[in-house]
């Protein structure tokens, strides 16, 4: 069966309308007619519809007007403005606003049914693709990351390989790229049984590493009151991994690689080694054979760890995996935001293609995540977007200053924070709903529904 596809007409002639209805009839195509503007917005705002078919000249409410609200309630939907009034500014002003189409009245049915038809089949094409891109993304996941990409796949396929047999692995690439994950991976198909355990260098005081890894016997040191496990003895059995080992002090490198050599470890204060069964992944976003000649770093390590050496690609390498990384995030989002997130407008899939991406999937991650958390719509579109992707390298006051949104599960729903950004937009506006709607960029009716919802006056 062909996916449904759903037609809104409006028109304040009934007897178009009826015209319109019974020419464009067929399997697969819903429609919904209104002679009456406000009950036509209804019917879009309930229905979602993919096409709207639109007079020109009504009472109440122009079809330029109309026009403007559909466009701000969802720029996908393809509007196509009909009149008996035809003037060249008029249309030029239609397209601008965003109408797919302008035609003149009397309407030419054969010539509305074969553009109607092109809408339908690009509509009923984007259906397909959705399903594609729900198929595809189950099958260009693996181990938590995603990729259909050259690199991405060349990526997944040496992780299985060396897997089942590493001891000792480096990853490298740049802030962002998933390096942790990379790091699960591969203890997930490894042979081991034992836990996975993570040790940020970074975050180790200089003095404190080698006990953190090797553990402490009872007054080793002042305030060691008892014997203390070390990273190396708690991940027996399993993986410890060494994100940002490049921080690692050069000492702290030699007691390392001793241990790895070894497969023991000996506790600060004690002379009794204690054997060890761990693999070992390090992970770094630096250069480390330009740290070995500036001798910031061991080479004999470097050799130990990178018998395995696994890289990960820059998103900017891999722009191609990028409609799946969208797709993955917009559904993690709306569900932990509890809202139905339907997408991104085309206008801001194209910005998010053009940008350069700095952090990686990473930022991709916390963009997108702003963007599910300010849209008040069902479609993200440029305005929902952080400043820095709207206007890049620049600093601009954003019309509204919304409260620092909290992560899920901190207390504070999304419900809470919307709700905290229609207040502050009606104080700006000093109660005026319509201009409170202008700040926050949504319809008027919109606005309403929202008051409605939350219950504010």
Not at 20 to 25: D, H, I, P, R, T
Not at 432 to 437: D, G, K, R
Request: glycine letters at 6%; aromatic letters at 6%.
């Amino acid at each position: 069966m062909r996916p449904s596809v759903k037609l809104v007409a409006v028109d304040d002639t009934p007897s178009s309308l009826e015209l319109l209805s019974e020419s464009l009839q067929q399997e697969g195509l819903t429609i919904f007619t209104a002679n009456d503007p406000e009950e036509g917005l209804e019917l879009v705002y309930r229905e979602h519809p993919n096409i709207v078919l639109l007079d020109l000249v009504m009472p109440k409410m122009t079809g330029l007007e109309m026009l403007e609200r559909i466009v701000e309630f969802d720029p996908s939907i393809e509007v196509i403005l009909m009149t008996a009034h035809y003037t060249s500014e008029t249309a030029v002003e239609a397209i601008q606003k965003g109408a797919c189409d302008y035609m003149n009245k009397p309407v030419s049915i054969p010539a509305l049914r074969s553009r109607v038809e092109k809408l339908l089949g690009d509509a009923r094409q984007r259906q397909r693709a959705l399903e594609l891109d729900r198929e595809l993304m189950e099958t260009s996941q693996f181990e938590g990351m995603i990729g259909r990409s050259p690199l991405m796949w060349e990526l997944f396929a040496r992780i299985r390989r060396v897997a089942r047999h590493y001891r000792s692995a480096l990853i490298t690439g740049p802030t962002g790229t998933g390096k942790d994950l990379v790091a699960r991976s591969l203890h997930n198909l490894s042979p081991a049984s034992g836990r996975f355990v993570t040790c940020n260098c970074s975050a180790v005081v200089e003095t404190l590493f080698e006990s953190e890894l090797f553990g402490y016997v009872k007054g080793a040191f002042t305030g060691a009151t008892a014997d203390k496990m070390g990273l190396f003895e708690f991940a027996h059995g399993g993986t410890l991994f060494l994100d940002e080992i490049g921080d690692m002090p050069l000492t702290t490198q030699a007691k390392l690689l001793r241990a790895l050599q070894n497969q023991e470890v000996t506790r600060v204060g004690s002379v009794t080694p204690r054997k060890v069964d761990v693999r070992v992944v390090a992970a770094t976003n630096r250069d480390v054979r330009e740290m070995i000649e500036l001798k910031q770093f061991r080479e004999d390590l470097y050799y130990r760890l990178a018998m395995v050496e696994l890289d990960t690609p820059a998103l900017a390498d891999r722009k191609e995996d990028l409609p799946l990384l969208e797709k993955f995030f917009l559904e993690r989002f709306s569900t932990q935001f509890g809202k139905e997130i339907l997408g991104l407008t085309r206008r801001a899939q194209i910005l998010l293609a053009r940008h350069s991406w700095p952090g990686n999937v990473r930022e991709l991650e916390n963009v997108l995540g702003h963007g599910c958390m300010m849209a008040l719509g069902e479609w993200i579109d440029v305005e929902d977007l952080p400043q820095s992707i709207r206007h890049p390298g620049t600093e601009r006051i954003a019309e509204v200053e919304p409260k620092e949104a909290q992560a899920p599960g901190s207390g504070v729903s999304f419900e809470d924070h919307e709700k905290d950004l229609l207040r502050d937009a009606l104080a700006r506006a000093n109660g005026n709903q319509s201009e409170a709607a202008r700040i926050l960029r949504i319809s008027r009716d919109r606005m309403r529904y929202k008051m409605a919802k939350y219950d504010l006056h």
